[in-house]
């Protein structure tokens, strides 16, 4: 009995280790699907007990995982984890999420591979309407005559290249461009086998401008294996004439034996990968002068198939009011670079320039830019304003070429707005029986102003004043100078006068001593004759002169002074002398 | 032969008035149907016959203001009230728009029967007194130099003239500052010439500046009724 017992319990515990056995399924909710849906796939353990490893999931180079959830439950100590991973597709066309592997007590799990097909964005129905089509039907080595040249240049390289797993192209549209001519410039990344972790470095450039256009995915056949690419497309503008250069772009990817996915990485796990890069050739590119002549309205766009169009916004103001004046240049070159709008003026319309703006319509296909200014008209009426011109260079053509808007008609009424800060409001009636019921400016002069009154004519006879100035200062150089050499010249006559009346010696003498203190400030009355005589030779009178006066002088003395010896003398004598003796005197000092 | 000369000059003035009043009349029939863009026009046109003419600048301020735009409209009067400042139409109008913008003509605190004795004169008419003036102060001066009399009234003659002298000072540091009316709306005062500087009042149209400095496309301004001092868009205000 007991042995029976025994083997029973043994018989339990054996079955428990057997029904215990790990288990791992993986399954996808889905299998087809397009660019927008998401896929979950999920991954279930059962029968493990314990610290376990997360499961390693193959590379998925077709989708970006982004989502991990766990879920765990236990029934008799066995535990079930449900690991669900949510990816999205990245490419377009079959592809196989491979074995899952777990790692459990010594022992490597791995599910089956799960084949699932992506579509294209809204066309999973046609499994044949997809994107890759466009490359890998056409067999032969040579690029299909209807692509484009860019296209066409891309599938070239591509074709000549395709004995490696991995390789980059670059081609432009035009290696001869003019200064300001929007060219592309595109790159593809071409690989036949999986890789992860791919960082892409832009080419540098060299005199041109660069911008990013777009980005975009395909596939290709090459000599019979489906190449999948990326591709980066670029605008590419040259800023000055003379040579350019495009540098290399460089893809730096791993490939390894057993190469992880990021999830992976995230939760630790290794493998082997080799760091491999590829890059595209440079590109020289040779940037040409645009021509002379231009225009006055070219303002550096270099393109073809511009429009251009001009509005005005509001039509009808009131004078004050601002009018936005507004013109926009379409086309689908890069016009950012192009420079601002010169608007013309207007007259009667005070100008405010604004800056301009520029973007893109219909999903970048079509660039604009937007010139703005801000008119305020000061008076009312009917204004035009005027066409408005922009030039461009037609790089087919080799030509400018210029359009122009329509003249926009403008409504200016009178402003209703005159009361501001001033109360124009009728008054309240006064008891005088007067009230003001507006104000308003006074009419107008309906004769022109008077001519200028006398004195404003007055204001013209500048000359007046320098003759008035001049007479006064000829007053003042009179009074002061020319009165005293006045008295001076009439010092002789007065003196001859008196000596003609003299009717004594003293009335001689008296005119003499006169003479000679008005003439020469000599004064004979309080000098010897010594003196009087060494100062008339100072005045300038000859010697001989002196000595007649002296004479003269000593005649006058005793005759005056000495009567007995002067009886002979009369005074017409002495007057005879006294009149030669002066009139020498006045000759010699004339000078 | 007098007789001949007299009628070349009777009908030689005759022509002259016939040829400038139609200009006149029309701009007045266009100004009293409303038309004043074009009356305006015409007015600006005959002022380049008329440069001087205080009535043609009182007209155009006229139809300025009838059309809305106070600040030329102040400019305009004020242009006419330098050239007749005793012309009372043009001290009413003058005082009534800048009373519209805010602002008043005869400074407060200054009585009104002071402002219009300033202003009796124009600036050519006291120097034109002021040169009478001279002239007798010159005569009299002789007189009293040859003949030493009359000096009380010389005197007298003098202190009067240097009165007049200082008038015409003030009336010429008035007239030689360089104003400037806002034109534009609504002008913003900047700390610097250029919109990268912060605006620091926006001011209406109408405002009397006083212009200090220019620098490309911006003026440095006064704004006395305000108190306020910076930069301002040339084409935001117009000259007087």
Redesign the interface.
């Known amino acids: 009995m007991h042995k029976k017992l025994f083997a029973l319990f043994l018989f339990i515990l054996l079955a428990g280790s057997v029904f215990a056995q790990v288990t791992l399924t993986a399954n996808a909710d889905k299998t087809v699907l397009t660019l927008d849906d998401e896929l979950t796939l999920t991954v279930r353990v059962t029968g493990v007990k314990g610290n376990v490893t997360m499961p390693q999931l193959p590379s998925l180079p077709a989708f970006n995982v982004y989502s991990r959830e766990v879920e765990q439950s236990s029934i008799n100590r066995n535990t079930t984890l449900t690991f669900r991973y949510t990816m999205l597709p990245r490419f377009v066309g079959q592809t196989i999420i491979g074995p899952i592997t777990f790692h459990y007590q010594g022992s490597t799990y791995k599910t089956e591979p799960i084949s699932v097909r992506i579509y294209r964005n809204g066309s999973p129905a046609k499994p044949s309407d997809s994107s890759h089509t466009n490359t890998d039907l056409a067999p032969t080595q040579q690029p299909d005559p209807n692509l484009p040249p860019l296209e066409s240049a891309l599938a070239s390289q591509a074709y000549a290249l395709g004995t490696q797993p991995f390789f980059m192209v670059a081609a432009v549209s035009n290696r001869s461009p003019y200064v300001n001519q929007e060219i592309t410039l595109a790159i593809r990344f071409y690989y036949s086998q999986n890789f992860y972790d791919a960082p892409y470095q832009k080419p540098t450039v060299s005199n041109i401008f660069m911008e990013d256009a777009s980005s975009s995915e395909g596939t290709q056949t090459i000599r019979g294996t489906l190449f999948r690419y990326q591709e980066q497309r670029y605008r590419l503008m040259g800023a000055a004439p003379g040579p350019a250069t495009i540098g290399a772009a460089t893809v730096t990817y791993h490939v390894g034996s057993s190469p992880l996915s990021a999830l992976d990485r995230l939760f630790g796990g290794s493998a082997v990968s080799e760091e491999r890069s590829a890059s595209s050739a440079p590109i020289p590119l040779q940037i040409r002068p645009l021509p002379g002549g231009q225009p006055s309205s070219f303002y550096g766009a270099v393109g073809t198939g511009y429009t251009f169009r001009a509005e005005a916004q509001p039509q009808q103001v009131e004078a004050g009011e601002a009018v936005n004046w507004t013109a926009t240049v379409y086309g689908a070159t890069n016009l950012k670079p192009t420079k601002e709008l010169i608007f013309p003026n207007v007259e009667g319309f005070k100008n405010y320039p604004a800056a301009s703006a520029s973007g893109s319509v219909s999903g970048n296909a079509l660039n604009y830019k937007t010139f703005k200014t801000v008119l305020v008209p000061s008076a009312s009426g009917i204004y035009t304003l005027p066409a408005i011109e922009w030039s461009f260079f037609n790089p087919a053509t080799a030509r400018y070429q210029t359009l122009k808007t329509q003249p926009v008609s403008i409504t200016v009424t009178p402003s209703t707005r005159e009361a501001d800060g001033y109360d124009f409001s009728a008054s309240h009636p006064t008891g005088s029986g007067f009230q003001t019921l507006n104000t308003d400016v006074r009419y107008l002069k309906t004769t022109y102003a008077p001519e200028p009154g006398w004195l404003s004519q007055l204001a013209g006879w500048k000359i007046i004043n320098a003759i008035l100035l001049g007479l006064l200062a000829g007053c003042v150089l009179f009074a002061s100078v020319g009165r005293k050499s006045l008295v001076k010249k009439k010092t002789f006559a007065t003196a001859k006068n008196q000596l003609k009346k003299a009717a004594s010696v003293n009335d001689v003498a008296e005119a003499t001593a006169s003479y000679l203190h008005q003439k020469f400030h000599i004064n004979t009355g309080s000098l010897p004759l010594k003196d009087i005589a060494a100062s008339l030779k100072k005045c300038g009178v000859r010697p001989a002169t002196v000595e007649s006066f002296s004479l003269l002088w000593q005649r006058l003395d005793a005759a005056r002074f000495a009567p007995a010896d002067s009886a002979m003398q009369s005074a017409m004598d002495l007057s005879e002398q006294a009149m030669d003796v002066l009139s020498l005197i006045e000759e010699e000092t004339k000078s | 032969m007098k007789r001949i000369f007299l009628m070349g000059i009777l009908l030689l003035s005759l022509i002259r008035v016939s040829s ?2 139609p200009a ?2 029309q ?2 029939s266009l ?1 009293r149907q409303g038309k ?3 009356a ?1 026009s015409l007015y600006e046109q005959e002022l380049k016959n ?1 440069p001087n ?4 600048y ?2 155009i ?10 600040g ?2 102040v400019a305009n009067y004020y242009r006419a009230f330098k ?2 400042p005793r012309d009372l ?1 043009i001290r ?2 003058l005082s ?2 800048r ?4 602002e008043r003509l005869v400074p407060s605190g200054v009585p009104e029967s002071i402002h219009r004795l300033y202003f009796a ?2 600036v ?2 006291l ?3 002021l ?2 003036l ?2 007798i102060c ?2 009299l ?2 007189f009293w ?2 003949k030493r009399k009359g000096f009380p009234v010389l005197i007298t003659l003098l202190g009067l003239w240097i009165c007049v002298a200082g008038w015409w000072y003030t009336r010429i540091q008035w007239e030689n500052q360089t104003l400037a009316v806002i ?3 609504v002008a913003e005062i900047r700390s610097g010439p250029g919109t990268n500087f912060p605006a620091s009042a926006s001011i ?2 109408g405002h009397l500046l006083t212009i200090q400095d220019s620098k490309d496309t911006w003026y440095e301004v006064i704004v006395k009724s305000q108190g306020l001092k910076g930069w301002v868009e040339k ?2 205000v117009e000259k007087i």
């Not at chain 2, 003419?53 to 043609?56: H, I």
């Not at chain 2, 139809?63 to 809305?68: D, I």
Request: proline share 3%; hydrophobic share 40%.
């Open positions: 400038a009043q006149l009349s701009g007045e100004y004043f863009s074009q305006l008329h003419d205080p009535f043609l009182y007209n301020g006229n139809c300025y203001f009838k059309m809305g735009s106070k030329l409209a050239r007749a139409d009413h109008n009534l728009t009373a519209a913008c805010g004169l124009s050519t008419e120097t034109g007194l040169f009478v001279f002239w010159c005569l001066g002789c130099v040859l034109a534009s709306p209406t149209q084409n935001a």
